[in-house]
């Protein structure tokens, strides 16, 4: 009986990290399979406001709106009303009421484990500041080196704002639409003179302006001052003031001239058995997630 008893004694004590490693995998395989899930959703929602929620419709807040009311008669915006809106919200956020603000962004869900999780859009909007004046574009020469080394960059930029960079030159010659003056794409029986290129080959690192420029180029004189430069071509920088229209929900002057917004979701749970279809709930359990994106305004 001693025996027997010492024996059991034994292999109890070997068991118990047995049982405990077993618990452990236990929680994190379903740790592991809600933030997958979790991960998902996000990945889903976000997508569905980039590529189905017009700028113009999607409100900052926390939760974030998305209004269509004050879009009635706006041109280009005829197809987003409340048959649309009320589509959109059964689709992504099912539940969500409609407020003065609009319908909130937020709903909760379950997986088909029963474990519920809240989805909360978060949008800030990026706008071009008050003091930040609407002026030309900048335009600088990149230099002689570029594509083959990095362009020549603008200095840092007066305001704390997003701006947008560009080269008039964006892309390699590809195309007759890039022709100009005595440039001819694949010509038969010509030849080049040395001075005046004639087709893609011949160009100094095949790079060319784009026929429809509107701004002069500067340092430039050659020909004449609106003619194209196929080498050391020109950037061009904008603040948001300059690329685009006032947006039609504010007439706040902080806030009239903003092309960017910044879109985060944040999905919470919580793992404590207590509180699984509670995830608003606190608690040593509360688990979250953040994605985050940014949604230009392409209507512009």
Known sequence: MIEIILAMAILAITMVPVFYFMTKGAADTDFNFSRMFAISRASETLNAMLDNVPFQALRAGV?????????????????????????????????????????????????????????????????SLAKSVSLKPEMKRIGNEYPGKAPTDFSAFTSLEPTFNFLKNPAKLQSQAWHQIKYVPNPVSQMSDGSNYLFETELAKKVSENHENFYRDEGYEKLHADAFRFTNPTAVRMNQRMAKSMVSYTNDENFKYCGLKRLIIEVQWNVEKAFLKSPEQPGTGLKRIHLMTIKADIDV
Do not use: M
């Open 63 to 127: 939760p974030a709106y998305i209004r269509i009311d004050d879009l009635i008669g706006v041109e280009g915006y005829e197809n987003y009303n409340e048959e649309w809106a009320t589509r959109f919200i059964n689709t992504v956020y099912p539940g969500s009421e409609k407020t003065s603000a609009g319908w909130p962004c937020q709903v909760i869900i379950s997986d088909p484990r029963g474990q519920h999780y809240l989805v909360t859009l978060r949008v800030e909007d990026i706008p």
